[in-house]
């Protein structure tokens, strides 16, 4: 049984930072790519960025230049680094493994002051 817990989300003041953490099980990890996702009141789930099993990376255009997406295959994790945190990235933040159809519960990332 595939099983996504995400954590690391919380209150943060805009310009600061959180890093989430993805942890999977129930799945060959090492050879699973994995994206993170979001999903804002009133809006549609996007996707934010992704990662392939030998650890190439995408962002999407809102995400460059500030969240960073890494894997470790040991930990079993897959995190992403968000810095210059806005009011317009709170959401609750999801990680899913490609190929499969497992959502995590997600987490909450609010960005105010």
């Known amino acids: 049984q595939v099983q996504v817990v995400e954590s690391g989300g919380g209150l943060v003041q805009p310009g600061g930072s959180l890093r989430l953490s993805c942890a999977a099980s129930g799945i060959t990890f090492s050879l699973t790519a994995f994206g993170w996702y979001r999903q804002a009141p009133g809006k549609e789930r996007e996707w934010v960025a992704d990662i392939t099993s030998r650890g190439g990376a995408n962002l999407a255009d809102s995400a460059k230049g500030r969240f960073t997406i890494s894997r470790d295959n040991a930990k079993k994790t897959v995190d992403l680094q968000m810095n210059s945190l806005t009011p317009e990235d709170t959401a609750v933040y999801y990680c899913?493994?490609?190929?499969?159809?497992?959502w995590g519960q997600g987490t909450q990332v609010t960005v105010s002051s």
């Open positions: 899913k493994p490609q190929g499969f159809r497992t």
